[in-house]
């Protein structure tokens, strides 16, 4: 196939595969669907900049370019790249809350993350098990969660470091704001209430509401982000209107669209000195590796939003469309994004037919940025800490433990990532990954052999042999066989090895020649072709084998050779 064919363009740029067909009727969806997250959007990506440290117009700039670009490379109908919560973990514990870097951080993800969908390392997603990715979500969600209690209670000076945050978190106590206290549990309250009147909409059990007032209660319930921050700017702002300074508010922020240029190569430290490309890149290498990683970790919520709608996506073109956005992000000043899990849930249950939703949604975050920042001054900080603390409570999945508790090898991936990623969040992806690893090294390096005893010894290798299982197999072999008074023949069933290599060849050779030494047999039976034909070419002396476990016994009861 051309690489210069229709076909191939069309798999670089989806959107050649929908707009031909495009129609009123997906418009009218995309509008309300990219409308609906648009408003849930903001005020997240407002609350996110805390998050990474960064003030909370870096939160806007990151949710620009995300729905423009998944819009021409993006797979899935549903995705929504943005700020997320983990994401602006991560960003926060690479450059720790330094816009200049933020941003260039932004443009070697992006890099990286481009590079690897262009050599088609996708795949590498394979290997990244499921109890890592919930013991990764479930540890940052505690993490971010916890951080944001501070807000809530109108706190200054807590670090950001987990186990000191809980520290003076608690050692500060008597010092919390009451306006605050109030206003923070009073928008926590709000939010869990519309959170869960939606979920009973679906529900049996769900109040009898018409049908108009069902559209009213889910459309407020979907809006609930920025309609209560909203509210709360506006108590906030009465209160300040008669010099009141009841509540912790955002503050100054910069008003007006960012200007659209490189990304800075360079950054100025506090007391002036400048720190090179060089010298940034060279200290937070292993960091920035980290972030890239998690942001291909976000690749499932492409998955799974495919999955529930019917359709399936391409992880490549996913990580592209990351990568890439990441990349023109860095143009306009943003910090690192990825796939939203809820803003995609969002999308999602609205009704979007095509990825178009996301031109309005990023249209939506254009018009805040030109007109409402001077409104965004006075959101309580205790309204975004309400918003962060909603969005990420549902990522603390309690009952996958229960699950995994059955599964116990999952659990241990699960629980050393979990507790990990409290020392440091990218830290606990490794160790996850880590541990699943060895955890696959160790089935293929120990593979289960099943025996039974008719006379001669049958063993059956419950999976393909590799040089990892070389010196298990014999030592099995060995024990139960060959040092035996007197020694015991063997039959080898190997109807579930497809593979096998040179050295287990070379043990093979070795096991053949102890055995003939010992008078007894090796005998292999169920070889598979393409095994017995390595097998065959390896020109091993001895070679006995069977069509099965019965006629290799039949064959040391008559003693016979083989044909």
């Known amino acids: 196939m051309s690489c210069c064919s229709y076909s191939t363009l069309r798999a670089w740029l989806p959107i050649l595969s929908w707009l031909p067909r495009y129609n009123l009727k997906w418009l009218q969806m995309d509008v309300l669907a990219g409308i609906t997250v648009g408003l849930t959007a903001v005020p997240q990506a407002l609350a996110y900049a805390e998050i ?25 109908k549903d995705v929504t790249l943005g700020p997320t919560a983990i994401m602006s973990l991560l960003c926060f514990s690479v450059v720790g809350g330094q816009p200049h870097r933020a941003v260039l951080l932004s443009c070697l993800c992006g890099l990286i993350q481009a590079t690897m969908a262009l050599l088609r390392l996708g795949f590498l997603l394979d290997f990244i098990s499921f109890p890592v990715i919930k013991g990764f979500t479930c540890a940052a969600a505690v993490t971010i969660g916890f951080g944001q209690v501070k807000n809530i209670l109108g706190l200054k000076g807590i670090p950001h470091e987990f186990s000191l945050a809980v520290y003076y978190t608690f050692y500060k106590i008597p010092e919390a704001r009451i306006g605050d206290v109030v206003l923070g549990l009073l928008c926590l309250g709000v939010l869990v209430m519309l959170l869960f009147m939606k979920a009973t909409l679906g529900s049996d059990d769900s109040p009898p509401y018409s049908r108009v007032a069902r559209k009213l209660v889910w459309a407020v319930a979907t809006t609930r982000n920025a309609l209560v921050v909203m509210a709360a700017a506006i108590v906030a702002y009465s209160w300040e209107a008669y010099d009141h ?69 391409d992880a490549n073109q996913e990580l ?108 606990g992806i ?67 090895v497809s593979t096998i290599d040179y050295t287990v060849i070379t043990e093979l050779r070795d096991l053949l020649a102890q055995f003939k030494l010992r008078n007894v047999q090796l005998i292999f039976s169920r070889l598979q072709p393409s095994v017995l034909e390595v097998l065959l070419a390896a020109d091993l002396q001895a070679l006995r084998y069977t069509d099965s476990v019965e006629a290799a016994l039949q064959l040391e009861s008559e003693n016979l050779p083989d044909d």
């Open 245 to 313: 300074h009841v509540f912790s508010i955002t503050g100054e922020s910069t008003q007006g669209l960012p200007p659209f240029r490189l990304p800075p190569t360079s950054d100025t430290t506090a007391n002036g000195s400048i720190v090179s490309f060089g010298e940034i890149v060279e200290v937070k290498s292993t960091y920035r590796i980290s972030v890239s990683f998690e942001c291909w970790l976000n690749v499932p919520s492409c998955f799974s939003s495919a999955s529930q709608n019917g359709y399936r996506i």
């Open 320 to 427: 592209l469309a990351i990568g890439v956005t990441n990349i023109m992000g860095s143009f306009v000043s943003a910090y690192p994004v990825t796939g939203s899990f809820g803003r995609t849930a969002v999308n999602s249950q609205t009704g979007v037919c095509t990825p178009a939703g996301g031109i309005v949604t990023s249209a939506i975050v254009l018009l805040s940025l030109a007109f409402l920042m001077p409104a965004f001054y006075y959101i309580p900080k205790a309204s975004l800490a309400a918003v962060i603390i909603c969005a990420v409570a549902p990522m603390v999945d309690y009952r996958i433990v229960t699950k995994m508790w059955r599964i116990q090898l999952d659990l241990l991936p699960f629980v050393v990532t979990f507790l990990t990623s409290f020392w440091q969040v990218q830290y």
């Open 52 to 76: 990474a440290g960064l003030p909370v117009q870096y939160g806007l700039y990151s949710a620009i370019m995300g729905g423009f670009i998944y819009t021409l490379l993006g797979t899935s």
């Open 430 to 496: 490794i160790a996850g990954v880590a541990v699943s690893g060895a955890l696959l090294l160790y089935n293929v390096a120990r593979p289960q052999i099943k025996m039974w005893d008719h006379g001669m010894l049958v063993m059956e290798p419950s999976s393909g042999l590799s040089f990892p299982a070389t010196e298990y197999l014999s030592h099995i072999i060995h024990t139960q066989a060959l040092q035996a008074f007197p020694p015991r023949s063997v039959v080898l069933d190997c109807h579930h």
